[in-house]
């Protein structure tokens, strides 16, 4: 069974920084392909960033040059920093396995 449990989230002013974990457990988790994912009340979850297992990586075009998403395959956790945060970066982040398994989420709140 694989399990994800994300921490990290919370209230920062606009243009901090937090940085978002994520720990896998359960699965070989190095040979899988991670994501992270964001969704506002209302609104369709929308993807953030991937990384493969070869550590490619892909942004979406909100979040390029602000995010970078990374993995720890030694400690099975991925990672999310992000740095110049925005109000329009609210929202529940999630991580996702390739297998198609979600993490519980952890709220980001940028506000001043």
């Known amino acids: 069974q694989v399990q994800l449990v994300e921490s990290g989230g919370g209230l920062v002013q606009p243009g901090g920084s937090l940085r978002l974990s994520c720990a896998a457990s359960?699965?070989?988790?190095?040979?899988?392909?991670m994501a992270w994912h964001r969704q506002v009340p209302g609104k369709l979850r929308e993807l953030v960033a991937t990384i493969t297992s070869s550590h490619s990586t892909y942004y979406s075009d909100s979040v390029k040059g602000r995010f970078t998403i990374s993995r720890d395959n030694a400690k099975k956790t991925l990672y999310l920093q992000m740095n110049s945060l925005k109000p329009g970066d609210t929202a529940v982040y999630y991580c996702?396995?390739?297998?198609?398994?979600w993490g519980q989420g952890t709220q980001v709140t940028v506000a001043s």
């Open positions: 996702r396995h390739e297998g198609d398994y």
């Open positions: 359960g699965t070989a988790f190095s040979m899988y392909e």
